[in-house]
Nanobody, 123 residues
């Protein structure tokens, strides 16, 4: 059974940085494709970034050049380094895992979610 525990959220300043972490367990972490998502108040959950088991990365357009996804297979952990934060980045952030990239890019296809971690960007 997949289990996901996100952490690292908090209050960030516009233009500042935060680093999120997610520990994923319940399977063979190293073979998974991993993704980060966010859900802003009143909006649907959206995909933000993905990293394959080979280390290839993908980003939604609004975070390209600002966010970096990475993974540490030894720690069963995926990270999201968020730089140049804007108020529009305010959301609850979630991670997820799947064997394939396609479901990772479509959060509606994923069933198991963690509690998320809240990121608030405000001065």
């Amino acid at each position: 059974q997949l289990q996901l525990v996100e952490s690292g959220g908090g209050l960030g300043q516009p233009g500042g940085s935060l680093r999120l972490s997610c520990v994923a367990s319940g399977g063979h972490f190293s073979v998974w494709t991993l993704g980060w998502y966010r859900q802003a108040p009143g909006k649907r959950r959206e995909w933000v970034a993905a990293i394959t088991n080979g280390g290839n990365t993908h980003y939604t357009e609004s975070v390209k050049g600002r966010f970096t996804i990475s993974r540490d297979n030894a720690k069963n952990t995926v990270y999201l380094q968020m730089n140049s934060l804007t108020p529009e980045d305010t959301a609850v952030y979630y991670c997820n895992a799947d064997l394939f990239l396609a479901p990772i890019l479509s959060p509606d296809k994923l069933n198991t979610w963690g509690q998320g971690t809240l990121v608030t960007v405000s001065s």
